[in-house]
């Protein structure tokens, strides 16, 4: 496929493979030069398997009551971790589990499972964190508030080399504002990471319908010459992908709360998240210190 026709946005199913709704291998990918980031989402109507492989991975419901990972870490002892989750993605976080490298796992329970991978080399230690552990922060100001989980961030989780979040934006927000870009090394600044975003969306909370198409909207485009340009409309299980350029805003269609998953990962010789914004956008920082936070946030059961 030519970098003029790559494709960069996927509709739901069009990722499913095997036993999984969507599932995103760097050893396989699904566009040209993708090779930092994974992802797999999968219904537990059956045990869900992962290999041992050279991924580090991080684990949690979407939505269900609650899910059992046995894990076996190269040649040791099997283990078995229970993971509480939560009523759907709108409604707080879910207890997570990290794996390293070269680790088999079967997933068992009721419900939907993430996971979050990344081709890694060091091998960090089983991390395990439950709900009310996990750092939930407010961004932004005003419609451009959300409410962020800060799953595996560089601060959050001893990863090798995956950076991952949660974000919830309500009915009518806009999150990524301002548009911004991880696509260059420049140790402080900015870091270069490849990103995943996997959608859901659904009738705000609150509000009831008998007939409804909950939606949003994505947007990215190249910052060089680098040929890259998505302007979409998201529905649930949608995934959209992030080689390099400015990306966002992404905004929650009215009447519609957004949820989205981020993979991040690179080859930045440091494991950070340092982002550039889009120089005409990035006086939009300034009016969040005249705004007041969005009201209906944060979001929990």
Same mark, same amino acid.
Request: with cysteine; hydrophobic share 35%.
């Given at each position: 496929?030519?970098?003029?026709?790559?494709?960069?946005?996927?509709?739901?199913?069009?990722?499913?493979?095997?036993?999984?709704?969507?599932?995103? %291998?760097?050893?396989?990918?699904?566009?040209?030069?993708?090779?930092?980031?994974?992802?797999?989402?999968?219904?537990?109507?059956?045990?869900?398997?992962?290999?041992? %492989?050279?991924?580090?991975?991080?684990?949690?419901?979407?939505?269900?009551?609650?899910?059992?990972?046995?894990?076996?870490?190269?040649?040791?002892?099997?283990?078995?971790?229970?993971?509480?989750?939560?009523?759907?993605?709108?409604?707080?976080?879910?207890?997570?589990?990290?794996?390293?490298?070269?680790?088999?796992?079967?997933?068992? &329970?009721?419900?939907?499972?993430?996971?979050?991978?990344?081709?890694?080399?060091?091998?960090?230690?089983?991390?395990?964190?439950?709900?009310?552990?996990?750092?939930?922060?407010?961004?932004?100001?005003?419609?451009?508030?959300?409410?962020?989980?800060?799953? &595996?961030?560089?601060?959050?989780?001893?990863?090798?080399?995956?950076?991952?979040?949660?974000?919830?934006?309500?009915?009518?927000?806009?999150?990524?504002?301002?548009?911004?870009?991880?696509?260059?090394?420049?140790?402080?600044?900015?870091?270069?990471?490849?990103?995943?975003?996997?959608?859901?969306?659904?009738?705000?909370? &609150?509000?009831?319908?008998?007939?409804?198409?909950?939606?949003?909207?994505?947007?990215?485009?190249?910052?060089?010459?680098?040929?890259?340009?998505?302007?979409?409309?998201?529905h649930s299980g949608d995934v959209a992908l992030v080689p390099y350029g400015w990306h966002g805003p992404t905004a929650a269609g009215p009447g519609y709360d957004l949820?989205?998953?981020?993979?991040?990962?690179?080859? %930045?010789?440091?494991?950070?998240?340092?982002?550039? %914004?889009?120089?005409?956008?990035?006086?939009?920082?300034?009016?969040?210190?005249?705004?007041?936070?969005?009201?209906?946030?944060?979001?929990?059961?």
């Open positions: 496929m030519s970098s003029q026709s790559q494709k960069w946005y996927f509709r739901s199913p069009e990722l499913s493979r095997g036993d999984w709704d969507v599932h995103i %291998d760097p050893a396989n990918p699904p566009a040209e030069g993708w090779k930092y980031t994974g992802l797999r989402i999968g219904s537990l109507n059956k045990p869900l398997t992962l290999p041992a %492989d050279s991924n580090e991975r991080i684990i949690f419901l979407l939505e269900g009551s609650q899910a059992l990972v046995t894990y076996q870490v190269s040649e040791g002892a099997v283990v078995e971790q229970k993971l509480i989750g939560r009523t759907s993605v709108f409604h707080g976080p879910a207890d997570f589990l990290y794996l390293p490298i070269n680790t088999s796992a079967t997933i068992t &329970g009721n419900g939907r499972i993430a996971v979050g991978e990344a081709p890694a080399t060091h091998a960090k230690s089983v991390q395990y964190t439950p709900k009310e552990q996990v750092q939930v922060i407010i961004r932004g100001a005003g419609r451009e508030s959300r409410q962020v989980h800060n799953l &595996g961030m560089p601060d959050t989780l001893d990863a090798d080399r995956m950076v991952v979040c949660e974000v919830i934006v309500p009915a009518g927000n806009w999150s990524g504002a301002p548009s911004h870009k991880h696509d260059c090394y420049l140790p402080g600044k900015e870091s270069t990471l490849e990103e995943i975003y996997y959608f859901e969306s659904a009738v705000m909370r &609150g509000a009831t319908t008998s007939t409804s198409a909950p939606f949003g909207y994505f947007r990215g485009y190249s910052a060089d010459s680098r040929p890259y340009d998505v302007a979409e409309e998201i949820y989205f998953f981020n993979v991040m990962a690179g080859p %930045d010789p440091e494991r950070a998240w340092n982002a550039t %914004d889009h120089p005409d956008q990035a006086w939009i920082r300034q009016t969040w210190q005249s705004q007041q936070t969005d009201p209906r946030l944060p979001y929990g059961e």
